[in-house]
């Protein structure tokens, strides 16, 4: 009598997740990827709209953008999710993605409102860096979701945090490979920038809202681009510089610190679950009786 067993190796130096390799944990078909790049463009739009538009335009002069880009984020990035789950999401990416999406919202409202402080972003860098663009692209998403749920933070702003969020794992993922003390570096160098980033890019979502009338500090619907960066960079300089210097020093000192134990943890976790090993079978004869 023969039995159906599977082969292949989860562990050893050459297997998938060993130190230094690139684990795809969620693996990105074209369509996958079609949607990224489309829903990413879609981002750029609703969070530069005030920047983008023809200032001769109706869209230009209406203050409404926001709150309709805010409708249109959840469906865009529930688009992307199928399509990347359809490519490659298996159960234990799913564990993985739900165990490290948990972790990211107990630990967002340790940080979150004092000074700028953000303990979450880093976790988006160092999963994303493990296992892969296409998995850290949905951990921003969910762990967002999942901490707004936690802390009460649901509103219109949710959708552009949860696709900031998402691109900062992406960009994780996309990092070169690099080995030893310079990743680190590579790692918190990039948490720095992407730390940036995200207040900017959040920044664009409110400024709208956010500075009143007939100040230097105002977006001017219908105003030349030109005149509207300009008083967007006066409103970010005044009113956000702090918080987003705080979230990128965060970024650096929690992956200098322990970057080095939580890449070796997650490798060593990737390396057990062997996401990237095929699936192979082979007779195996019962022993004798």
């Keep these: 009598?023969?039995?159906?067993?599977?082969?292949?190796?989860?562990?050893?130096?050459?297997?998938?997740?060993?130190?230094?390799?690139?684990?795809?944990?969620?693996?990105?078909?074209?369509?996958?990827v079609a949607?990224?790049?489309?829903?990413?463009?879609?981002?750029?739009?609703?969070?530069?709209w005030p920047l983008l538009v023809d200032p001769g335009t109706a869209f230009a002069h209406s203050t409404d953008a926001p709150l309709v880009f805010s409708l249109l984020m959840p469906l865009l990035l529930a688009v992307v999710m199928a399509e990347v789950s359809e490519g490659g999401l298996d159960v234990k990416a799913i564990a993985m993605l739900g165990v490290l999406s948990a972790v990211g919202a107990a630990l967002r409202p340790l940080g979150a409102g004092t000074a700028g402080l953000e303990t979450v972003f880093f976790l988006l860098v160092l999963g994303g860096r493990v296992?892969?663009?296409g998995f850290g692209f949905v951990l921003g998403a969910t762990t967002l979701f999942a901490s707004a749920l936690i802390t009460g933070g649901v509103g219109p702003w949710l959708?552009?945090?949860m696709l900031g969020a998402a691109w900062v794992g992406l960009g994780g993922g996309l990092l070169p490979q690099v080995r030893g003390r310079a990743e680190i570096v590579l790692l918190a160098a990039y948490g720095a920038v992407s730390g940036l980033l995200y207040g900017l890019a959040?920044?664009?979502?409110?400024?709208?809202?956010?500075?009143?009338?007939?100040?230097?500090?105002?977006f001017v619907a219908g105003a030349p681009v030109l005149e509207n960066l300009h008083r967007f960079g006066i409103f970010s300089l005044a009113t956000s510089l702090g918080w987003d210097l705080?979230?990128?020093?965060?970024n650096v000192v929690l992956i200098s610190l322990t970057g080095g134990v939580v890449l070796r943890t997650l490798r060593r976790a990737a390396r057990k679950a062997a996401f990237e090993a095929p699936v192979e079978f082979s007779e195996a004869q019962r022993p004798a009786g």
Aim: no cysteine.
């Design 246 to 250: 705080g979230r990128a020093l965060t």
């Design 35 to 48: 949607a990224i790049v489309i829903v990413s463009l879609a981002g750029v739009v609703a969070f530069g």
């Design 159 to 161: 959708p552009f945090q």
């Design 202 to 218: 959040l920044n664009l979502m409110f400024w709208p809202f956010a500075a009143g009338l007939d100040t230097e500090l105002s």
């Design 131 to 133: 296992f892969g663009a």
């Design 1 to 32: 009598m023969t039995t159906l067993a599977p082969s292949g190796s989860s562990g050893g130096p050459g297997a998938p997740g060993a130190a230094g390799d690139r684990t795809r944990a969620i693996r990105l078909r074209p369509r996958s």
